[in-house]
T-cell receptor
Framework: DTAVSQTPKYLVTQMGNDKSIKCEQN?????MYWYKQDSKKFLKIMFS???????INETVPNRFSPKSPDKAHLNLHINSLELGDSAVYFC?????????????FGPGTRLTVL | GNSVTQMEGPVTLSEEAFLTINCTYT??????LFWYVQYPGEGLQLLLK?????DKGSNKGFEATYRKETTSFHLEKGSVQVSDSAVYFC??????????FGEGTQLTVNP
């Protein structure tokens, strides 16, 4: 199936740990994103990569480090996890150069920090 | 700066009721506008879009018209179903392939 996939779907971990979330898309897109959705459903962009280059970097703690090994993958590594990092993280992708920038979203990763 | 404001939820309706979810935006220029829907436990899916003033986006019985004069993109459906229960997000495309989302509106449709 063509899609944006994320692993894991659920992640429960202790404060202070380091964890990674992986994202892959097979849609042939060249731009990928990470969003954070809080408990009130508010959705905020964190990062965006175009052809493996960082193009959007919102005000995110430097404990969060995205890595794009190729344009089909954008992984998110989080160091020293804090309680406030608990949220649902969504990966998305799109094709640049189009005016109507339709983004395709993954199913989300629910991160719970204890 | 660019922003999107949606009507506050949650919204609860009976089946076959008329739905309106208000959305207004602030932007420089004329951004493309979108409605995304998030069903329980899933990621967001594009519901409809409009790329220029007076365009009407439509899908699955939902409609929204790009109104430049009122900077609005209200979502409407004439007769909602239980399966429409979800969170609805209005969004605009800003610079650098960026989507700015509204706060989301939770819709619950009761049988």
């Amino acid at each position: 199936d063509t899609a944006v996939s994320q692993t894991p779907k659920y992640l429960v971990t202790q404060m202070g740990n380091d964890k990674s979330i992986k994202c892959e898309q097979n849609l042939g897109h060249d731009t990928m994103y990470w969003y954070k959705q809080d408990s009130k459903k508010f959705l905020k962009i964190m990062f965006s990569y175009n052809n493996k280059e960082l193009i959007i970097n919102e005000t995110v703690p430097n404990r969060f480090s995205p890595k794009s090994p190729d344009k089909a993958h954008l992984n998110l590594h989080i160091n020293s996890l804090e309680l406030g990092d608990s949220a649902v993280y969504f990966c998305a992708s799109s094709l640049s150069g189009q005016k109507n920038n339709e983004q395709f979203f993954g199913p989300g990763t629910r991160l719970t920090v204890l | 700066g660019n922003s999107v404001t949606q009507m506050e939820g949650p919204v609860t309706l009976s089946e076959e009721a008329f739905l309106t979810i208000n959305c207004t935006y602030t932007a420089t220029g004329y951004p493309s506008l979108f409605w995304y829907v998030q069903y329980p436990g899933e990621g967001l899916q594009l519901l409809l879009k409009a790329t220029k003033a007076d365009d009407k986006g439509s899908n699955k019985g939902f409609e929204a018209t790009y109104r430049k004069e009122t900077t609005s993109f209200h979502l409407e459906k004439g007769s909602v179903q239980v399966s429409d229960s979800a969170v609805y997000f209005c969004a605009q495309e800003t610079s650098g392939s960026r989507l700015t989302f509204g706060e989301g509106t939770q819709l619950t449709v009761n049988p």
